[in-house]
């Protein structure tokens, strides 16, 4: 591999298929449905291969079980270098809530030594789309909304220090990765990162659908930090997201 | 007894589906038509790697184990067989032969461009006097100075007309025959006095290419003697061994592939009143069907399981050539019966699928021979 000299983290996440589940009594049943990478997770990796050209060395973090490990090592097969599956000792509920999942990513992200984070900027299961926000307030980086326009890059093209880029699930993803490289992903170790993460404390009175919420606008590039968060914090009381 | 695919496996399952699905399926009447593969799907095949699936990675192989690749050409062998009909003996014969007889300068040598799907292989053993009795043919090798000089016929070469890469299996010790008598040569396209003769009109197989290839005086450098002289029957026998397995995986694929069309056809076909699938004749041949499919597959995976742990399986690829091979003959049978007269119709792949089947019960050993190699060693073990 050529010298590193950028570092990028892509957030993964594996989810049901949506398009297979079945609908028991009106519900949408997803016991039965496949587990696959979401699409932003995917888009979110060929962003980061785009961003630092070959020289990135990109790190996927997942808190994906050890039983979707084989979906995660897709990434790797499609360019990604490293997998650190992020795991705790808190229970799967707890382990569930959005500010927990964004702690356990900060921690793999310092582990890594990003420059620059890359994730969905919305997941097909949830759509909730709060991740990146999080990370990027942890991490005290702007957050950046970018999309792909004819297949060039809009958004991250202004980002010229550390961010949070979250990306179109819609947008370009990487090339099929070839058998050989499927085979070399399959060989490739997985690293596991147990977090000690804080436990919720955020009560959430409503959650707007990632439809509503627009797609491909910079919300906060280029910002000072203080501005940046601040900004963050009146983006997210406005959508009643906190 | 675990009987869960490594999720690495599915993975690579699914890639071929899609690429069957997407790429392989729309063209595979056209393919028929003009007896051709575009050269581009070729292209996309070898840049999936599906030209050096087995071979260790050093080599630019995929390093799958045999029954990832039985997985492979199961999936494969669901569209049009023209396109396994490339693939398998290039890798199950040609490449292989390279992989179990050549020196390791060889390997590294020819094995990277095949692998790569740069340089296309073919496995020349069958002659025009010599078919089911391989020990028997009368293609010679004599060595003049540092050059082996081969002259002789092969007879229904698959890919020997485009291929790169020729093993030629050739008589260099008329007394010793398969005892020592026969050795393997690397062939390249171009080497002085190699050309290829008469590219067959066949049943099936449409987009496939057989050919006679001739030798008149051909020169072959010292080093392209495969492995050792004398060591080359041994090598093809263990070479087919493996290929059988490949062969036995996308006679399942295919079958599998009529069965799905078959029962597509019996819920939409309607007659007297009902769809066809409501007679209990039709049922019991989708039933039939589905039973010998299975016990196929799992006599296939377990072969291939077999392989893989390196235990000795001779008879167990005999049993699997011969018995996938008619099951999916049967299956044919039986899918053309159930789709009835456009069954027997160019327009839809029944047809093609019909012919195309025929021909896995002669090629890589006819299932008189598998016979005779599984009741040998029955009649040698006991058991
Ligand atoms: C489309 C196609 C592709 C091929 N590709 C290749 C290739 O890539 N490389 C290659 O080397 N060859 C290839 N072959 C040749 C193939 O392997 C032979 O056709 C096969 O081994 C049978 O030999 P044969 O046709 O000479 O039949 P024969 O040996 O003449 O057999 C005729 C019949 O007699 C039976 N028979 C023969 N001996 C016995 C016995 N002792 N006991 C009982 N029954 C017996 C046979 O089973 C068969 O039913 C190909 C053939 C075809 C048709």
Redesign the interface.
């Known amino acids: 591999m050529a010298t590193t000299h950028f570092r990028a983290c892509v957030l993964a996440k594996v989810v049901r298929r949506t398009d297979r589940m079945l609908v028991t009594m009106g519900e949408m049943d997803a016991s039965e449905a496949e587990w696959q990478l979401d699409a932003g997770s995917v888009a979110a990796l060929e962003w980061a291969r785009r961003f630092g050209g070959a020289a990135t060395e990109i790190t996927v973090l997942s808190w994906a079980p050890p039983e979707q490990e084989g979906l995660l090592r897709q990434l790797l097969a499609q360019g990604a270098h490293r997998l650190i599956r992020i795991t705790t000792p808190l229970g799967a509920e707890e382990a569930a809530d959005p500010l927990v999942v964004a702690d356990g990513l900060v921690q793999g992200i310092r582990v890594a030594g990003a420059e620059a984070v890359f994730c969905g900027s919305r997941s097909s299961d949830e759509g909730r789309g709060a991740t990146g926000p999080m990370v990027a307030a942890l991490l005290g980086w702007p957050f950046v909304e970018a999309e792909a326009a004819g297949g060039t890059q809009t958004g991250a093209a202004a980002v010229t220090g550390p961010a949070v880029v979250s990306v179109d699930p819609l947008g370009p993803k990487p090339g099929k990765p070839n058998f050989m490289a499927v085979s070399r992903a399959f060989k490739a170790p997985v690293e596991s990162l147990e977090v000690q993460v804080r436990r919720p404390q955020v009560q959430y009175t409503g959650i707007i659908p990632g439809t509503e919420r627009g797609r491909g606008r910079e919300v906060l590039a280029g910002t000072a930090l203080d501005e940046a968060l601040s900004l963050l914090l009146v983006r997210l009381r406005e959508r009643r997201v906190f | 007894m675990d009987f869960t695919i490594p ?2 496996y ?3 399952r699914k ?1 071929v589906h899609d690429f069957v699905v997407e790429r392989l399926d729309p063209i595979s009447q056209k393919v028929e038509e003009e007896d051709e593969i575009p050269p581009e799907i070729i292209k996309e095949m070898a ?4 030209f ?2 087995p071979f260790p ?1 050093e080599y ?5 184990s045999k029954l990832g690749y039985a997985l ?1 050409l199961e999936e494969l062998g669901a569209s049009s067989a023209c396109f396994s009909n490339l693939i398998a003996p290039h890798v199950s014969l040609a490449t292989s032969s390279v992989f179990i007889g050549g020196t390791e300068a060889q390997k590294q040598k020819y094995l990277p461009p095949m692998c790569a799907g740069e340089k296309l292989g073919a496995f020349a053993l069958t002659e025009p006097n010599a078919g089911s009795d391989a020990a028997n043919i009368e293609t010679r090798a004599e060595k003049k100075g540092d050059k082996w000089i081969l002259n002789g016929t092969k007879n229904w070469i698959t890919n020997g007309s485009i291929a790169d890469v020729v093993i030629v299996y050739a008589l260099t010790d008329k007394n010793l025959r398969a005892r020592g008598g026969i050795t393997a040569f690397i062939v390249e396209k171009g080497f002085p006095g190699f050309r290829v003769g008469t590219v067959d009109v066949k049943m099936g197989l449409r987009g496939s290419h057989t050919a006679q290839l001739l030798f008149e005086n051909c020169e072959v450098p010292e080093e392209n003697v495969l492995g050792e002289v004398g060591m080359g029957f041994l090598t093809a026998m263990k070479v087919l061994d493996g290929g059988r397995i490949g062969l036995a995986a996308g006679a399942v694929g295919g079958a599998q592939r009529l069965l799905e069309l078959s029962i597509q056809w019996a819920n939409t076909r309607v007659q007297f009143g009902q769809p066809i699938a409501n007679n209990q004749a039709i049922q019991w041949m989708l039933a039939d069907m589905a039973m010998e499919i299975e016990a196929a597959r799992l006599m296939t995976y377990k072969t291939a399981w077999k392989y893989d742990q390196g235990l000795k399986i001779t008879r167990d690829a005999a049993m699997v050539k011969a018995f996938a091979s008619e099951m999916a003959c049967h299956v044919a049978d039986k899918a053309v019966q159930i789709h009835g007269g456009i069954g027997y119709m160019r327009e839809y792949p029944i047809e093609r699928a019909y012919r195309d089947t025929r021909i896995l019960k002669i090629y890589e050993g006819t299932n008189e021979i598998q016979r005779m190699i599984i009741a040998r060693d029955l009649l040698k073990v006991g058991h």
């Open positions: 999720q690495e599915e993975i690579l890639m840049e999936l790697g599906f050096g699936l990675e630019g192989g995929g390093a799958v492979f």
